[in-house]
């Protein structure tokens, strides 16, 4: 019976008025005492900086590493193209290269930490 009444009387009540609140999170003023961000000098442009790899023969374990300059490390390295049997990983490229592989050509791309 009780719940009975309180559902009517909610069911007549008159819509109450829209109230303004103020933002739940005000933007922060700066303060007097805030020390300024640092700034940090623009990073050299970014690079790769090794020319050529060595051969790869046919069945025998191949390794070599990439090297960049400048950018804000760490870098992110991507091939395309690898010839079959080797990958990248980090910044070497790896693996044994399989007969019948007619690409002679990759593409090796880096980025640093702000891509």
Not at 20 to 41: N, V
Not at 52 to 68: D, E, F, I, K, N
């Amino acid at each position: 019976m009780v719940l009975a009444r309180l559902q009517h009387r909610r069911r007549h009540r008159r819509p109450s008025r829209a109230r303004i609140h103020p933002p739940l999170h005000p933007t922060p003023r700066p303060s007097r005492h805030q020390r300024p961000t640092p700034h940090h000098p623009p990073a050299p442009p970014l690079a790769i900086t090794t020319t050529s790899l060595p051969a790869a023969t046919v069945g025998q374990p191949y390794a070599a590493t990439l090297t960049a300059t400048g950018g804000r490390a760490p870098y992110t390295w991507t091939a395309a193209g690898l010839p079959s049997g080797l990958s990248l990983s980090g910044d070497r490229i790896t693996g044994t290269l399989v007969p019948d592989d007619t690409n002679n050509h990759s593409d090796v791309f880096v980025w640093d930490r702000h891509g």
